[in-house]
């Protein structure tokens, strides 16, 4: 079960079908929407602060990858019109072995099994890719995000302040 090179198709839980791919430079401007379209509530949840909108920095580090230190993948509507999910993880720098991963999911696609799938795969990828490990930060108040983790086998940390830590081992 590895990333796909090309675009692939999975057919979520709920029936409804999106197109999985590497995320693009490219798809700036279909990554920015696909933030901006988040509900205020899940943005908040997603990156720590409110946001209201994404600054050109921002942008650059989140659709900037190179598919080694920085690995990102998108889920598109079938017309690959529309970002409905986001899934990345980033290795330390101090430590090449570990990573953090970060997903989003668009409001209306949630609970549908597709932040399981992204994350299913993301740690699979970095399993495949070499990493030991991966971490996981969420806000104590995100405890969709928890279960989520959890059930995908994920141990909880340590909080500090309003952030809970999160991490798998990736045993080869």
Known sequence: MTFPVDT?????HNGRIVRLRPL????RAIYERAVMDLSPRSRYLRFFAPIPRLSERLLDQMTHTDGYQHVA???????EATAVGVVRYIRDARDPR???VAIAVADAWQRGGLGGQLLRQTVEHARLAGLESLTATTLLENSGAAR???MLGF?????????SEHRIRLGR
């Open 8 to 12: 692939r198709e999975l057919v979520l």
């Open 24 to 27: 693009r430079s490219t798809d």
């Open 73 to 79: 993948y998108v889920a598109l509507t079938p017309d």
């Open 98 to 100: 570990t990573g953090e």
């Open 148 to 150: 989520l983790l959890q």
């Open 155 to 163: 141990s909880a940390g340590g909080a500090s302040g309003p952030h």
